[in-house]
């Protein structure tokens, strides 16, 4: 069996944003992601593990590197975004989160990038991760009914997942009335 060349891509797509905004060396994409200001609240990676992701970004084809040089100190490999980087990013941005197990991570760092974006790339994310939510809710109540009198300790699970996305929902309308509104951004 090959490998595919193009992998399903998790953290990686904040590294493709970061690169979106301008090509950066490793070490200061590292500094980028730790500071509270960019992702550093939703994510902390290990510098030898962010040199691993590059190099699956850059196999896929999605990032690309030259050298440049730097005078009399070494010189650095730079990184930039590819076409085919910037479409599988756009299309990541686009697309709600699959899964309630990977909300607080994936989420907010599409978050994160949207609200760069500007307001209406805020809106359409916060409109089709709500829908998302919806239907997760609703296959999660028809679950819960199914099991309610003969599976007690399912019940539970499903009712701890029920009340995480009941409280995700009107986190997204103050996602939207902080982000997605001109005047109060």
Known sequence: MSEDPHPALGIEHALLGLLRQQPRHAYELHQQLIQAAALGLVWHLKQGHLYALLA???AAGYIASATEPQGTRPPRKMLRL????????????????AHGRDFRLEFLAKLFFAAQEGASTVTTLLAHQRHACQTWLRDLRARGEAVRANRPYDQLVLEFRIGQIEAILPWLDRCEAALATPALR
């Open 82 to 97: 590819t076409p085919a980087g910037d479409v599988a990013f756009a299309a990541w941005l686009a697309t709600p989160v």
């Open 56 to 58: 699956k970004l850059e």
